[in-house]
């Protein structure tokens, strides 16, 4: 009798084990893809493809490359981190898809954020081996760590002329007065709500439209500003405050 | 008679033995000694899986670099273009091959190749691996122009290559696959981490002030901004391993990577050199067209010309270039000259 409760606990115990396996270990694959207002960008448009921003820059695009980080799954059970930083370059198709493994809860309500940068805490000069490799750091005299973004390319300006623009986001920096530098983190958190992680090998597709770092809230002209900007500190804001929404995200599937 | 025959029979027999017990395949593996400051800040180098370094490996690839015998006319080594005193290029402005013909580009410095993590070596990114960058010099006509069976007969008749092969691969039958791959495990020892910068980077060394505001003038946007392109403090193999148009020409008689990938955004896009041991390896770019320092410093300061391709951060370039004062030029190339590693070009191990 004592032994055939015994069974029951334990098969009850392989029972409920095997179904907590079901949320064990699985993978979640990242897509990132890129696009100028509804018109996508692949890397065949680098260097082809003109496009024109709200201020009626007519620009094309040599070289895109961005940082984010922190990413995160979370629901009503709790928040699984998903890696540290991930180094995004549009010539680079491998670059562009990765993928997290994690103890990862199905949910229709599952929010996902990431950091486009990298915070302060997590913005520390030279720690990270695979940034440095691939060129990705901040001058000490510019406060350090690394870039969030490069994106570089020549656009025709107000007297026809083709000229350059380093559109380079950092965290903004101040050091026009040596005895009191001023910094501000313009890293950002992008939150996408109600996304539904309904299975294993799921793959998230988030896009950057690129039009929208030039707009909204802020207009940019490139006429105005185009490069050299790594050092401007009032840049850096408007650009953080740009990259808001450039970010959206497409789809779980 | 029929004894001497017995006799000889068995003097064969022993002979072979003999022989074959001299040969053991034990290749000691090797790791590669990588300097402090590589370790702290860079990702580990690249080892093909199917080409382990070895020290019988190692120490063949440097005989074959050195090997004259891998030319036609047994006149050019490896060495002949890539000599140790100049960080493994050559002083000329286009290497002369075995012919006396004369190519188009200068020489390429060997070093930290290991380090190259998209594998794209030569000015254009033409050579997608160590090991198949070592197949064309022998046969190119403007370099060693030979031919592949010769060099392997010559090398299989040697009295000594045989064994060494079978030592470092475990066969003493000599193909050009395993010929590449010694050269490239040779390749990859090619180290080189102990600059005056380096040692200042480790605490080990005081730089001037002249060099300290050169190293300034290399990174300050507003000033050199070289730092995009050329490493940094945080990246010391100095050189991002990628490719741009940095201005040298308004149109293009060398495509450079446009020649190999076919792409037109391509042309005039070359490899950027490290700027390590520049000391050692003048002339500069690809064409050797700069015979010193000062020119290449005055060439990025006003000389820039403007092309379809060119980078954008070239950004200064409708103005000639960042347009840096005498002094700041004087410093830039102080620093410069900082990146030079003594210790690598004088290094034994090096050395024929």
Same mark, same amino acid.
């Given at each position: 009798?004592? =032994?055939?409760?015994?069974?029951? =606990? ?24 890129? $696009? ?31 940082? *984010? ?26 670059? +562009? ?9 199905? $949910? ?9 940068? +990298? ?61 009191? *530098? ?10 996408? $709500?109600?996304?539904?992680? $309904? ?55 | ?41 860079? !990702? ?13 490996? !190692? #120490? ?16 050019? #080594? ?47 990114? %033409? ?14 006509? !403007? ?88 490493? %940094? ?73 403007? #092309?379809?391709? !060119? ?42």
């Amino acid at each position: 009798m004592k =032994i055939l409760r015994f069974f029951i =606990i334990f098969l009850l115990i392989i029972f409920f084990g095997c179904d907590n396996n079901d949320d064990g270990i699985n993978t979640i694959n990242f897509q990132f893809t890129h $696009s100028w207002g509804n018109q996508p960008i692949s890397e065949s448009d680098l260097e082809n493809t003109l496009y024109t921003n709200v201020s009626g820059n007519e620009l094309n695009i040599t070289r895109l490359r961005y940082l *984010i980080s922190d990413i995160q799954l979370t629901n009503q059970d709790g928040t699984l981190n998903l890696g540290n930083h991930q180094l995004i370059d549009l010539s680079n198709e491998e670059s +562009l898809r990765f993928t997290a493994n994690g103890n990862v809860l199905f $949910s229709e309500n599952t929010t996902l954020s990431f950091r486009f940068g +990298l915070s302060n805490e997590d913005n520390i000069d030279g720690i990270y081996t695979d940034l440095n490799t691939a060129n990705f750091n901040v001058p000490n005299m510019l406060g350090g760590g690394y870039h969030y973004m490069q994106l570089d390319g020549s656009f025709t300006d107000d007297s026809n002329a083709n000229q350059p623009y380093n559109f380079h986001a950092i965290r903004a920096i101040d050091n026009t007065d040596s005895n009191n *530098i001023i910094t501000t983190d313009t890293s950002f958190v992008v939150t996408f $709500s109600n996304v539904n992680i $309904s299975r294993d090998n799921i793959t998230i597709t988030v896009n950057m439209d690129i039009s929208q770092w030039f707009t909204n809230p802020n207009t940019w002209d490139l006429n105005l500003a185009s490069t050299g900007l790594m050092g401007d500190y009032d840049a850096q804001i408007v650009m953080s405050q740009n990259g808001n929404n450039v970010f959206s995200f497409t789809s779980a599937e | 008679m029929q004894r001497s025959l017995i006799i000889f029979f068995f003097s064969i027999v022993i002979v072979s033995c003999g022989s074959n017990n001299s040969e053991e395949y034990t290749p000691v593996p090797v790791n590669l000694q990588i300097p402090e400051l590589f370790q702290q800040r860079l !990702i580990n180098p690249l080892i093909p899986t199917d080409n382990p370094l070895t020290e019988e490996g !190692i #120490s063949l690839g440097k005989k074959l670099f050195f090997d004259r015998r891998l030319s036609k006319n047994n006149s050019k #080594s490896c060495a002949s273009c890539h000599n140790p005193n100049n960080a493994f290029t050559d002083v000329a402005q286009f290497s002369v091959g075995v012919d006396g013909q004369i190519g188009t580009r200068n020489s390429m410095p060997l070093f930290n190749l290991a380090w190259n993590f998209n594998e794209r070596f030569a000015w254009d990114g %033409s050579e997608l691996s160590l090991e198949r960058q070592a197949l064309e010099p022998i046969t190119n006509p !403007i370099e060693m122009d030979s031919d592949w069976q010769d060099v392997l007969d010559k090398l299989q008749q040697d009295s000594e290559y045989p064994n060494l092969f079978f030592q470092a691969f475990g066969t003493n039958i000599i193909d050009s696959d395993l010929v590449v791959k010694a050269i490239a495990q040779f390749e990859r020892t090619l180290i080189s981490g102990s600059s005056k910068f380096d040692r200042y980077l480790q605490g080990n060394a005081e730089l001037t002030s002249e060099e300290l505001n050169g190293f300034n003038v290399f990174m300050d946007e507003d000033r050199g901004d070289c730092f995009h392109c050329h490493g %940094s403090d945080n990246n010391p193999l100095w050189t991002d391993n990628s490719f741009h148009n940095n201005g040298l020409n308004a149109t293009f008689t060398d495509l450079g990577l446009g020649a190999i990938t076919g792409d037109p955004n391509d042309n005039g896009k070359f490899k950027s050199p490290s700027l390590r041991n520049l000391a050692f390896t003048a002339p500069y770019m690809h064409d050797g067209r700069f015979a010193t320092l000062e020119e290449v410093i005055n060439f990025y300061s006003e000389g820039l010309q403007i #092309s379809s391709t !060119i980078d954008p951060l070239m950004k200064k370039a409708n103005q000639g270039g960042v347009q840096l004062s005498d002094q700041d030029k004087a410093d830039l190339k102080a620093f410069l000259l900082t990146l030079s590693d003594n210790e690598f070009i004088n290094n034994p191990d090096f050395r024929e």
